[in-house]
């Protein structure tokens, strides 16, 4: 019998995928601020920059920055007129940003700066940012990390469409428009006029009956055998170079008969010698009491009057003066009602 072979064949479809290539989609920078330290016209001016980049800052890629030909200054430009800091949220206003270490390449977490026309390029080694965080660049002599910048870009003419675009090797881009305008000051004038003020508490003091056996201060109420305070002189002013009181007058007198002046000197008290003097001290303010009148004991330097009695040197509020007068007389002084009238002048010095 003849057999009927059928052949048997074992069809193996080899199922080879396409492969499609996997896409990144880069995305556009947020929140794009640019500052200039002046908008005004063909002046130099620094620049702030903020961005968030969405999808991060990988290692090895570069960062470029160009502007728009109107800006003109980038060629002075070296790493040390940059500075880049990581924020560590995508909140621009409230991150907190870490510096980074920059130089002219970049070697592991350095990052190298270079200038290329009108674009700063900010290449990275191993340096990167996380995707979803703001970075703050400065451009200009605000860059102060490690040194202080020396150049700044200038702006152009006056015009509404000058850009800076940023753009990140493989990453996000972004463009932000600058409106550079003629003048952007306003002069602010104002007027202080002139300020001094001088006032005497009391016109009118008195010792009373002085004593060869005792001191004798002067008060309102008919002396006093301790001391106190007979009025006050007080003082403020605006003057730049602030102020002086000068004291002119004469000792104690009756006719031709005096009392003798202390003098130049300050001196202490001195019972049954004959002494008229006065000192002064100082509260408030910036004023302060001149020699020989401002220590403990007493004077009056009629040889330099009108003497100064107290001073400022510059802009001060209210000093008041307590004036302090003495009196004492020898047992052979004689008898009389004794007088004097002492002017006291305050003048600022504008």
């Known amino acids: 019998m003849k057999k009927n072979v059928i052949p048997f064949f074992v069809l193996v479809f080899f199922c080879t995928p396409i492969l499609f290539p996997q896409v990144v989609f880069a995305a556009s920078v947020t929140n794009?601020?640019?500052?200039?330290?002046?908008?005004?016209?063909?002046?130099?001016?620094?620049?702030?920059?903020?961005?968030?980049?969405?999808?991060?800052?990988?290692?090895?890629?570069?960062?470029?920055?160009?502007?728009?030909?109107?800006?003109?200054?980038?060629?002075?430009?070296?790493?040390?007129?940059?500075?880049?800091?990581?924020?560590?949220?995508?909140?621009?206003?409230?991150?907190?940003?870490?510096?980074?270490?920059?130089?002219?390449?970049?070697?592991?977490?350095?990052?190298?700066?270079?200038?290329?026309?009108?674009?700063?390029?900010?290449?990275?080694?191993?340096?990167?940012?996380?995707?979803?965080?703001?970075?703050?660049?400065?451009?200009?002599t605000n860059a102060s990390y490690g040194f202080t910048g020396d150049s700044q870009i200038t702006n152009g003419s006056e015009d509404d469409d000058d850009t800076l675009t940023v753009s990140i090797a493989g990453g996000d881009s972004g463009t932000a428009y600058v409106d550079i305008i003629t003048n952007d000051q306003v002069v602010v004038t104002a007027i202080v006029q002139p300020s001094f003020t001088f006032a005497i508490s009391d016109n009118t003091i008195e010792f009373g009956n002085l004593s060869a056996g005792d001191d004798t201060f002067a008060d309102d109420s008919g002396g006093n055998a301790t001391e106190v305070e007979a009025h006050t002189l007080s003082a403020s002013t605006n003057a730049a170079s602030g102020y002086v009181i000068t004291m002119n007058g004469a000792t104690l007198t009756d006719g031709a008969k005096t009392i003798t002046a202390i003098g130049a000197s300050n001196t202490a008290t001195s019972v049954g010698s004959e002494q008229f003097g006065v000192r002064f001290t100082a509260s408030g303010g910036s004023g302060a009491v001149t020699a020989p009148y401002a220590a403990s004991g007493f004077a009056f330097d009629t040889a330099a009057f009108p003497d100064e009695i107290a001073a400022s040197t510059a802009p001060t509020a209210t000093t008041t003066y307590s004036a302090r007068y003495i009196a004492n007389i020898a047992a052979n002084t004689e008898a009389g009602s004794y007088t004097t009238t002492l002017t006291y002048v305050g003048t600022g010095r504008f």
């Open 32 to 140: 794009f601020q640019v500052y200039l330290s002046r908008l005004r016209a063909n002046v130099a001016a620094n620049q702030t920059v903020y961005f968030v980049v969405p999808s991060g800052i990988s290692a090895g890629s570069t960062t470029t920055f160009t502007w728009s030909a109107d800006f003109t200054g980038m060629g002075a430009f070296d790493w040390k007129d940059v500075d880049f800091a990581i924020g560590d949220s995508n909140d621009c206003t409230t991150a907190t940003f870490t510096e980074e270490e920059l130089d002219s390449a970049s070697s592991g977490a350095t990052w190298g700066v270079e200038v290329a026309g009108q674009s700063i390029l900010i290449h990275s080694d191993t340096g990167a940012v996380d995707s979803d965080r703001c970075v703050r660049f400065y451009f200009g």
